[in-house]
């Protein structure tokens, strides 16, 4: 059965941090590999990695793929209030469909 | 230009209703999805849409559950004689193929149903 644990659950910093989120996968197929921000409503994207060892990035985040280890992470640096979301990291399989973690919540406080 | 838009977005059924939940692509996607998220977990597969052959549907939990999208773009989810179990935001995503090179799946704000 594919699987993808994301971890921490839920962590909570003061602004200014920097925080490190982490996804592995154990899929048959692996294809790509997506984070998305999910706030109160719709998960909005961040990133799709496909290549391991090539950074992406987009402001204060970033994220890179370790096909070897068979996991992702995504940083945020100088974070503020509004990155407080719940970050979810999804393995596409196939084609298209997406495997889910259970998301890793984070709260930014002031 | 315009999201994923999904209606409506809270439903509230008694069990053994019928509820329908619809989902507007992103114009020109060709490729549509449909997941279930219950509280505190990721959202899981239920089924998947190029155009308005279903290609996948092996996340549907059971035949109480349908989808269709018979013009290849607006597309209803339909669940029979709803059950508590089935409680949870329903979420439609769209995107391009992926012969298109990128791919990426957009997300509406989904549907909440809550079945009493």
């Known amino acids: 059965e594919d699987k993808v644990v994301q971890s921490p659950l839920s962590l909570v910093v003061h602004e200014g941090d920097t925080v490190t989120l982490n996804c592995s996968y154990e899929v048959t197929n692996f294809r790509s590999l997506l984070w998305y921000k999910q706030e109160k409503k719709a998960p909005t994207f961040l990133f799709m990695l496909t290549s391991s060892g090539i950074e992406k990035k987009s402001g204060r985040l970033s994220s890179i793929l370790d096909k070897k280890e068979l996991s992702s992470i995504l940083n945020i640096t100088a974070t503020q209030t509004g990155d407080s979301a719940i970050y979810l990291c999804a393995v596409e399989v196939g084609a298209q469909k997406l495997v889910f973690g259970q998301g890793t919540r984070l709260t930014i406080n002031p | 230009g315009a999201g994923v838009s999904q209606s409506p977005r809270y439903k509230v059924a008694k069990r053994g209703q019928d509820v329908a939940l619809r989902c507007d692509p992103i114009s020109g996607h060709v490729s549509l999805f449909w997941y279930q998220q219950a509280l505190g977990q990721g959202p899981e597969f239920l089924t998947y849409?190029?155009?308005?052959?279903?290609?996948?549907k092996s996340g549907l939990p059971s035949d109480r559950f349908f989808a269709e999208r018979p013009e290849g773009s607006v597309s209803t989810l339909k669940i029979q004689r709803t059950q508590q179990e089935d409680s949870a935001v329903y979420l439609c995503?769209?995107?391009?193929?992926?012969?298109?090179?990128?791919?990426?799946?957009?997300f509406g704000p989904g549907t909440r149903l809550t079945v009493t």
């Open positions: 995503a769209s995107s391009l193929p992926r012969t298109s090179g990128s791919y990426e799946q957009y």
């Open positions: 849409f190029q155009n308005e052959a279903q290609l996948d």
